[in-house]
């Protein structure tokens, strides 16, 4: 049998996680004995807190939890969820209102699933995570991309939105704190966002998973925005703020309406996450931010360094991120210069230049929707970050 023949449309036009890629490669040269250091990934270096942990310990030993949870998850965790919103957040939902699932990334999957028809359009502010526009397209939906700038941190302005918006726009997705650049929407700009959406039948699809890495200011919602709240949906989780990433735990904030919708369909795709991640989290919302304050202040401390590093490479152009532990820096200066027989034509083509031949992994900016740039993770140790830019500063000085 030829297999691609039997393999479905959605699933070959589906392309393959670049951030998933390039941990692939990175492993493969490990296993040749490579040291391989590893700003790729967008997972904290740090253990899930030891509170945490204790709380899936005991809810293993209570023996309650081994059987299928609630498909939206359980209603303690559910109810703990909607008070955090309102502790941290200022904002009024019910549990009825919030649907777990097995991270922000299903999330995303269950409400795009739950709202788009064939050649709707979904708004999507670029650079974006890799995984908006594939799972738009899995929903057999169509995304539309606004590129934020460099000069304006990568913020995409309400102007641009309004342009973007025609009558087969059915939602608008972005992410504050953003995945990959670091950028962080103030209240103000996403007054603006929130004037150009309200009273139009569009959902907003708010990303907030970075919501506790959040460098300079208090976070903020385009939820808070009476206007627009009854056509937000919330995406957070547990992976990035507590070090969870293995948990597999996140959640939406809907309208009941999606909240049914999303509740449907997890139904009929993997039902609830795990029970014993789910008490594991029910501590983490009702815990002390103490060891998520911790991951913060050494967060910030990366960042200065990685900044004070990449400035002293010539042709490299940065931001300063606000948010999230990535740094988005634009490598446009070294396409079409070359090492030996390698050409860098692309980003794509510096990220494998800089795997094989300074052994640092990164990912490249194409598949963030910005070509120019590519996408250091510095959720990684001081020793890592010092070796790993001094050595792509090394590999860079041999383009010519």
Same mark, same amino acid.
């Given at each position: 049998?030829?297999?691609?023949?039997?393999?479905?449309?959605?699933?070959? #036009?589906?392309?393959?996680?670049?951030?998933?890629?390039?941990?692939?490669?990175?492993?493969?040269?490990?296993?040749?004995?490579?040291?391989?250091?590893?700003?790729?990934?967008?997972?904290?270096?740090?253990?899930?807190?030891?509170?945490?942990?204790?709380?899936?310990? !005991?809810?293993?030993?209570?023996?309650?939890? /081994? #059987?299928?949870?609630?498909?939206?998850?359980?209603? !303690?965790?559910?109810?703990?969820?909607?008070?955090?919103?309102?502790?941290?957040?200022?904002?009024?939902?019910?549990?009825?209102?919030?649907?777990?699932?097995?991270?922000?990334?299903?999330?995303?999957?269950?409400?795009?699933?739950?709202?788009?028809?064939?050649?709707?359009?979904?708004?999507?502010?670029?650079?974006?995570?890799?995984?908006?526009?594939?799972?738009?397209?899995?929903?057999?939906?169509?995304?539309?991309? =606004?590129?934020?700038?460099?000069?304006?941190? /990568?913020?995409?302005?309400?102007?641009?939105?309004?342009?973007?918006?025609?009558?087969?726009?059915?939602?608008?997705?972005?992410?504050?704190?953003?995945?990959?650049?670091?950028?962080?929407?103030?209240?103000?700009?996403?007054?603006? =966002?929130?004037?150009?959406?309200?009273?139009? !039948?569009?959902? =907003?699809?708010?990303?907030?998973?970075?919501?506790?890495?959040?460098?300079?200011?208090?976070?903020?919602?385009?939820?808070?925005?009476?206007?627009?709240?009854?056509?937000?949906?919330?995406?957070?989780?547990?992976?990035?703020?507590?070090?969870?990433?293995?948990?597999?735990?996140?959640?939406?904030?809907? *309208?009941?309406?999606?909240?049914?919708?999303?509740?449907?369909?997890?139904?009929?795709?993997?039902?609830?996450?795990?029970?014993?991640?789910?008490?594991?989290?029910?501590?983490?919302?009702?815990?002390?931010?103490? !060891?998520?304050?911790?991951?913060?202040?050494?967060?910030?401390?990366?960042?200065?360094?990685?900044?004070?590093?990449?400035?002293?490479?010539?042709?490299?152009?940065?931001?300063? *991120?606000?948010?999230?532990?990535? =740094?988005?820096?634009?490598?446009?200066?070294?396409?079409?210069?070359?090492?030996?027989?390698?050409?860098?034509?692309?980003?794509?083509?510096?990220?494998?230049?800089?795997?094989?031949?300074?052994?640092?992994?990164?990912?490249?900016?194409?598949?963030?929707?910005?070509?120019?740039?590519?996408?250091?993770? /510095?959720?990684?140790?001081?020793?890592?970050?010092?070796?790993?830019?001094?050595?792509?500063?090394?590999?860079?000085?041999?383009?010519?």
């Amino acid at each position: 049998m030829d297999t691609p023949s039997v393999l479905s449309r959605r699933l070959l #036009s589906l392309s393959e996680s670049a951030t998933l890629a390039m941990a692939s490669k990175a492993r493969e040269l490990q296993e040749k004995g490579r040291k391989v250091i590893k700003l790729n990934l967008g997972e904290p270096d740090f253990e899930t807190p030891e509170f945490i942990q204790k709380a899936a310990i !005991d809810a293993i030993n209570s023996g309650k939890y /081994f #059987s299928y949870p609630p498909v939206p998850g359980y209603k !303690d965790l559910r109810e703990a969820i909607a008070k955090k919103l309102k502790r941290d957040n200022n904002l009024d939902y019910s549990f009825e209102q919030v649907v777990v699932s097995t991270g922000a990334k299903q999330s995303i999957a269950n409400i795009l699933l739950s709202i788009l028809n064939p050649d709707d359009e979904v708004i999507i502010f670029t650079p974006y995570w890799v995984t908006y526009i594939e799972q738009v397209r899995l929903a057999e939906g169509t995304p539309i991309l =606004i590129k934020g700038e460099l000069s304006n941190d /990568f913020k995409v302005t309400a102007n641009q939105l309004a342009k973007a918006i025609t009558p087969k726009t059915k939602a608008v997705l972005f992410s504050s704190p953003c995945n990959p650049t670091g950028a962080v929407f103030s209240k103000e700009e996403l007054k603006e =966002i929130a004037n150009i959406l309200k009273d139009k !039948d569009i959902i =907003i699809i708010s990303d907030e998973i970075y919501e506790y890495i959040n460098y300079n200011k208090k976070h903020e919602s385009i939820a808070q925005f009476d206007e627009v709240k009854g056509q937000t949906v919330i995406v957070n989780g547990f992976s990035k703020g507590f070090a969870m990433t293995g948990w597999r735990l996140g959640y939406i904030a809907a *309208p009941i309406w999606l909240a049914k919708a999303c509740t449907k369909l997890q139904g009929q795709v993997t039902s609830a996450t795990c029970g014993i991640s789910q008490r594991a989290g029910n501590a983490a919302v009702n815990g002390s931010l103490k !060891d998520t304050n911790i991951m913060l202040e050494a967060y910030k401390r990366r960042k200065r360094l990685v900044i004070d590093l990449l400035t002293k490479i010539p042709g490299v152009k940065c931001n300063n *991120p606000e948010g999230a532990f990535y =740094i988005f820096p634009d490598v446009s200066f070294y396409f079409g210069k070359k090492n030996n027989h390698t050409v860098i034509k692309s980003s794509s083509d510096l990220a494998m230049y800089l795997l094989n031949d300074a052994h640092v992994a990164v990912v490249d900016g194409g598949a963030f929707g910005e070509e120019n740039c590519i996408r250091i993770s /510095f959720a990684a140790s001081d020793e890592d970050l010092v070796e790993g830019l001094s050595k792509i500063r090394s590999s860079l000085e041999k383009l010519r």
